[in-house]
Nanobody, 124 residues
Framework: QVQPVESGGGLVQAGGSLSLSCLAS????????MGWFRQAPGKEREFVSG????????YYADSVKGRFTISRDNVKNTVYLQMNSLKPEDTAVYYC?????????????????WGQGTQVTVSS
């Protein structure tokens, strides 16, 4: 079983940076693609970024491409999301999860074992 715990959220001004971490307990962490999603109040959960089990392939939503970077350390069972040039529209609760299904990597339905989330607030 993989149980993610996110951290690193906070309040930052527009243009600033934050680094999120997702510590996933469980021996099988390194075997799975992991993803970051976010959900703003009143909106559906949306894909932000994903990374394959060995880090060879990364995926980004168009809205964050060029500003966010995903990485992972399988020794530390941790996935990271470096967020630069933050915008007020990036404000949301950020979640990480394990992709268990062959469904689209961009779909929340492809993921299980969601963390509790970490709040990111970007002020203008």
């Amino acid at each position: 079983q993989v149980q993610p715990v996110e951290s690193g959220g906070g309040l930052v001004q527009a243009g600033g940076s934050l680094s999120l971490s997702c510590l996933a307990s469980g021996r099988t962490f390194s075997s799975y693609t992991m993803g970051w999603f976010r959900q703003a109040p009143g909106k559906e959960r949306e894909f932000v970024s994903g990374i394959t089990w060995n880090g060879d392939i990364t995926y980004y939503a168009d809205s964050v491409k060029g500003r966010f970077t995903i990485s992972r350390d399988n020794v530390k069972n941790t996935v990271y999301l470096q967020m630069n040039s933050l915008k007020p529209e990036d404000t949301a609760v950020y979640y990480c999860a394990r992709r268990y299904s062959s469904r689209s990597i961009y779909s929340p339905e492809a993921y299980d074992y969601w963390g509790q989330g970490t709040q990111v607030t970007v002020s203008s």
